[in-house]
């Protein structure tokens, strides 16, 4: 089982990688998890044609036991199982302990045990805000971490931190930093900009996405690109992203 | 507020059941806990402590430590520890505190371990769940490290036993280690290890020679299942209570039969402790159990209710007897002929309908009208030294006439 952690700065695309690599890899027939851990609850909208699964801390708030695995998560396109932590209402409680309860309940529910999937999928929040948002990367989780990010200073200086962090925890026995995807804002000079700071960190460029009206064509329509038109250029490379995640 | 315990009291929490599974064994055993002061988990549950030596420790997390995640403090304080005082190992686990703000204890494991050198468990607990999650799994984690391959397979008829689940939480020290002990090597069996009273950590590491895990308490059930699974050695579930009571269980050791008591048949899936929200809130749940009467209620831990009710039917000839277990994260193998009601009107509602209940004193509390139905039972993880003065030696063949004296 491979298990990757996909981080970046907010609104960079990341849950949009994450469900058009799950949609990918789905029709390479593989098995494939996808966990939304955000608040928000938006990683596998597109995974699920509009209708999105219940997040597990909403599921809390309504009944007074936690889900069981018929109700933690629902199959979207492909196979793909789609879960969402979800989160507390917003400005209270703590929503990185929600990751922590989550990621509880699933060993529990023994998500992976019962479905065996071949790829696990953590969609993650922007910034390692707290301990709970760095609960994908711990020991038994994710083992490898991609960062997706566009060549504004921004992103770039939100990916340094990703890395930085990531780097304080080496020897905590955390994931580390495997590689960076480009999601391309149109920046002068992206790829250059990028490229500069993926050589920095001794870090490979795995994928380089352009900015697409299609995406948001078939986003609108409730589904990934690759699920709507496979043979798009942009989907190609959705396609042979999942491929090279799959050989890194 | 349906769970506040008004009358009640609570069970020793999970961190107990790791200390008092570890207290002997040579390890530098810490708390990551604000208090400043080891009493809370190790003195008022601990009847060890006043003449054993331990080295038992309090982290006193502070709010800037917490609000920071800053676990560096813990793990430089464990590491000076460890140079003054020379532990075989180290085990951390967690209160309230921690849990809230996700400490990640593998990790700290992994940090101690890497600077002390020392075999190292960082265990997630949190101060809310019982000492039976604690205590099992900190007995696994000991089975993991230290056991050491056995040098023959188990043989039956069975001479070699390990006892499992023997500590104070659930035995006191009031002689029912010993008398067990007694019973077994009377018997013409070999003391191979008992976990956890009187033997050492290189004793404990020869286990896997047994030719049957005796299981005394749920605490031991996790690890009597991770050595079949390991090494093939059977389990048979139940404390020797009364005359008959012992030689069944004696019989049921030599002949490995793993259906005494239980019926279960030794193949039994390993299902790990459980430690997520859901598994909390059944603590919470209001069962309602039948409405008839009956003749006798015990209540407590999984293994003694199983083995009380074995001897009020057959020895004392009480058919109707029912079992409550206040511990909702019992090992779901052991519940399965139990009731289970952790809220305080559901216990009361099911003592009312007793005509006699064997329970901890403090249950009797419940019903202050009807408190000569109550027959005390001191059970060490829920009322601590408060009733040791009351507490019998139930295991063996004279609490026969302890019980019948009771019931009359």
């Given amino acids: 089982m491979r298990k990757f952690a996909i981080y970046g700065k907010g609104g960079i695309g990341k849950s949009t990688t994450a469900a058009n690599v799950s949609a990918a890899l789905s029709m390479m027939g593989k098995k494939v998890v996808q966990v939304g851990c955000d608040p928000k609850a938006d990683s596998t909208l597109n995974l699920l044609h509009g209708h999105p699964v219940t997040p597990v801390m909403d599921y809390y708030r309504e009944h007074t036991e936690g889900p069981d695995f018929d109700h933690i998560g629902r199959e979207g396109f492909g196979g793909v199982f789609c879960i969402e932590t979800g989160g507390p209402t917003p400005g209270l409680g703590c929503a990185g302990r929600g990751i922590i309860a989550t990621f509880d309940l699933m060993d529990e529910q023994e998500v992976f045990q019962k479905l065996q999937p071949d790829v696990v999928l953590y969609d993650v929040l922007g910034d390692v805000v707290c301990g709970g948002f760095s609960a994908p990367i711990r020991d038994g989780y994710a083992d490898e971490i991609f960062i997706v990010t566009s060549g504004e200073k921004m992103a770039l200086y939100a990916a340094a931190n990703i890395i930085k962090a990531v780097e304080n925890f080496k020897s905590r026995g955390y994931a580390q930093v495997k590689g960076i995807i480009l999601n391309r804002r149109n920046v002068d000079d992206e790829y250059e900009l990028v490229k500069a700071f993926a050589d920095e960190h001794g870090l490979p460029i795995v994928a380089d996405i352009p900015r697409s009206k299609e995406i948001q064509y078939y986003e609108n329509k409730g589904m990934t690109v690759v699920e709507g038109d496979p043979d798009l250029p942009v989907s190609q490379i959705y396609r042979e992203l999942a491929q090279k995640l799959l050989q890194v | ?408």
């Fill in chain 2, 1 to 408: 507020m349906k769970q506040a315990q008004r009358v009640l009291s609570t069970y020793a929490v999970d961190m107990f059941g790791i200390a008092s599974s570890l207290f002997e064994l040579g390890g530098l055993i810490v708390m990551h806990d604000a208090d400043g002061c080891n009493s809370t988990y190790d003195t008022h549950d601990e009847p060890r402590w006043y003449d054993t030596p331990s080295m038992v420790y309090v982290s006193g997390i502070n709010e800037i430590d917490t609000i920071q995640g800053n676990d560096q403090r813990l793990i430089d304080n464990i590491a000076e520890a460890v140079e003054a005082a020379h532990p075989r190992f180290v085990a951390i686990g967690g209160s309230p505190m921690p849990n809230a703000i996700g400490t990640d204890f593998k990790a700290i494991e992994r940090l101690v371990a890497a600077r002390t050198g020392l075999p190292t468990l960082g265990f997630r607990t949190d101060g809310i769940h019982s000492y039976l999650p604690g205590a099992g799994g900190a007995y696994i984690w000991l089975a993991k490290t230290f056991l050491k391959a056995p040098h023959r397979k188990p043989q039956k008829p069975a001479k070699r036993v390990n006892l499992l689940g023997l500590t104070p939480l659930d035995f006191s020290v009031v002689g029912n280690a010993t008398t067990l002990k007694q019973i077994v090597t009377d018997a013409g069996f070999t003391l191979q290890s008992s976990w956890s009273m009187g033997d050492t950590l290189d004793t404990l590491a020869e286990a896997a020679n047994a030719d049957v895990n005796a299981v005394l308490s749920s605490t031991a059930f996790y690890l009597a299942q991770y050595m079949r699974d390991t090494y093939g050695i059977p389990y048979v579930v139940g404390i020797p209570m009364g005359e008959k009571g012992t030689a069944d269980w004696l019989e049921a050791l030599r002949n490995c039969d793993s259906s005494y008591l239980t019926g279960f048949t030794g193949q039994e899936k390993y299902i790990k402790a459980q430690y997520a929200l859901a598994d909390l809130n059944a603590w919470k749940t209001e069962p309602v159990y039948a409405d008839t009467p009956c003749d006798v209620l015990v209540i407590g831990e999984p293994v003694y209710l199983l083995s009380m009710k074995a001897m009020l039917q057959q020895e004392m000839g009480i058919s109707d007897v029912r079992m409550l277990c206040p511990l909702a994260d019992a090992p779901r193998w052991l519940l399965e002929q139990v009731e289970v009601a952790s809220v305080e009107d559901v216990i009361r509602q099911e003592c009312r309908k007793a005509r006699r209940v064997i329970a901890d004193p403090i249950y009797a509390r419940l019903l202050p009208d009807e408190k000569e139905k109550f027959i005390s039972m001191p059970h060490e993880a829920y009322s601590g030294r408060h009733y040791h003065a009351d507490m019998p030696i139930f295991v063996g063949p004279s609490f026969s006439a302890w019980l019948k004296n009771k019931l009359t």
